[in-house]
């Protein structure tokens, strides 16, 4: 159980344009998920938090603009890199949680790797 | 503000020697801290996680962690590294919130085993 999964896995593309990384937690209902950043030999960056139903919440420095982030069912979030720019490659990771009295934990998806030319 | 430090960049064992990763933690209150393992190019496996009572988890793939308040450590260990665990190891901490919340990394481990 617990399964998150990401989709595309890999994508490459040309600067300027957008693209779109989904999230799906698989086998249960995720309030809350969160994407993260992470460069090469580098610890997880949180870039946001967002809650189904709501806006997401962006940590400081990240541009709610350039990345935007929906929530918009409980098995679903997606994130979205606008006119990407080569300093957008990175391997982006979302996690999803699902909030109990007990329960803190994240559950991470594989990642995906964005490569813009 | 929750922080994470693990002193130890890279570390080197053998295989079957026992192992032992770094992780200090800084916070306020009580918190719930974790270890993730991460192949590469791979997302996140959760080894273990420590959130109240006995102060030493197991986890996972023989590894287990011990909860130290007074040093505000939370190191990993694993009596016998296999040459599959070579990988990055991730300590983490989130705010003891009984909900889901945020969780903040150290900058991670890079075991290497040789044979």
């Known amino acids: 159980g617990a399964v998150v999964s990401q989709h595309p896995s890999r994508v490459i593309c040309k600067s300027g344009t957008s693209v779109k990384i989904e999230c799906r937690s698989l086998?249960?209902?995720?309030?809350?998920m969160f994407w993260y950043r992470q460069f090469p030999k580098k610890s997880l960056m949180l870039m946001a938090t967002?809650?189904?139903?709501?806006?997401?919440?962006?940590e400081q420095g990240v541009e709610k603009d350039k990345f935007l982030i929906n929530h918009a069912s409980l098995t679903l979030s997606t994130l979205t890199v606008t006119s990407a720019h080569p300093e957008d490659s990175s391997f982006y990771i979302c996690?999803?949680?699902?909030?109990?009295?007990?329960?803190?934990?994240?559950?991470f998806g594989p990642g995906t790797r964005l490569t813009v030319l | 503000a929750q922080s994470v430090t693990q002193p130890d960049i890279h570390i080197t064992v053998s295989e079957g020697a026992s192992l032992e990763l770094r992780c200090n933690y800084s916070?306020?209150?009580?918190?719930?801290l974790f270890w993730y393992v991460q192949s590469p190019g791979q997302g996140l496996q959760l080894l273990l996680k420590?959130?109240?009572?006995?102060?030493l988890v197991q986890g996972i793939k023989g590894f287990e962690a011990e909860f130290k308040r007074s040093q505000s450590s939370f190191n990993l260990r694993k009596p016998s590294v296999h040459w599959s665990d070579a990988a990055e190891y991730f300590c983490?901490?989130?705010?003891?919130?009984?909900?889901?919340?945020?969780?903040?990394f150290g900058t991670g481990t890079r075991l290497q085993v040789t044979l």
């Open positions: 996690s999803a949680s699902q909030s109990s009295v007990l329960n803190n934990e994240q559950f």
């Open positions: 086998d249960f209902q995720a309030t809350t």
């Open positions: 967002s809650n189904e139903g709501s806006k997401a919440t962006y």
């Open positions: 916070y306020g209150a009580t918190p719930y």
């Open positions: 420590y959130f109240s009572g006995d102060t």
């Open positions: 983490a901490v989130s705010p003891f919130t009984g909900t889901a919340s945020k969780l903040t």
